[in-house]
């Protein structure tokens, strides 16, 4: 027993140094992941936003010139 436990130790203590880290997964949760707009979709957000008037047509510029990084 104890040299099946010493083995299962000795495999365990490898794959950290393989892996770098082992993530062990207990028990319920949410996982939460949240996704970047591209830049492409952002420009649209953007423009959609003027069309409709949320936006000023110079505020459209100066946000448009902030994403594709002419500041």
Not at 26 to 37: H, V
Request: hydrophobic share 40%; glycine share 10%.
């Amino acid at each position: 027993m104890k040299k099946l436990a010493l083995t299962a130790s000795l495999a365990l203590a490898a794959l950290v140094l393989l892996n770098g880290c082992i993530i062990f997964s207990l028990g319920g949760g949410t996982k939460t992941e949240t996704n970047k707009a591209t830049v492409g979709q952002q420009l649209l957000d953007l423009q959609k936003a003027r069309d409709s008037g949320a936006i000023t047509p110079a505020e459209y510029e100066t946000q448009k010139a902030k994403l594709l990084g002419q500041k």
